[in-house]
């Protein structure tokens, strides 16, 4: 069974670097494009980790990151937050509401494999 992340994400090029980096290792991507989508998708597909940014329409990402907590279904589920907001306050946060990591855009497919190091095992390469 294939790795399953979602990428939770209003930005199209996000889920491009996000599918362009991690498909190639086997890595299955499932997408959303706001909290309140991403909330629905996650507890129907309970992915392995969800990327999330922070600033999107409908709910945001930081809103998405307590609901997915207070369900029982996704409050297992790694998650690591993205953000063009890269501030102290900010990330204090996101971690403080559970997320296990924060990668700053914009970003790299190896800052993007960096930040999920140590948080799910990924193949090293396809």
């Given at each position: 069974m294939s790795i399953r992340i979602l990428s939770i994400d209003d930005s199209k090029m996000v889920h491009?670097?996000?599918s362009k980096t991690l498909k190639p290792l086997g890595v299955e991507v499932l997408t959303a494009?706001?909290?309140e989508e991403g909330v629905t998708r996650a507890r129907a597909d309970r992915p392995d980790l969800i990327l999330l940014d922070a600033t999107m329409?409908?709910?945001d990402g930081l809103a998405a990151l307590v609901r997915l907590k207070e369900i029982p279904e996704t409050r297992a589920i790694p998650v690591v937050m993205l953000s063009a907001d890269?501030?102290?306050?900010?990330?204090d946060k996101a971690m403080a509401l559970g997320a296990l990591n924060f990668i700053s855009k914009p970003f790299t497919s190896d800052s993007l494999l960096g930040g999920l190091k140590g948080i799910i095992d990924l193949p090293?390469?396809?």
């Open positions: 491009m670097v996000v494009t706001n909290g329409p409908v709910m890269s501030g102290q306050d900010h990330r090293m390469s396809a």
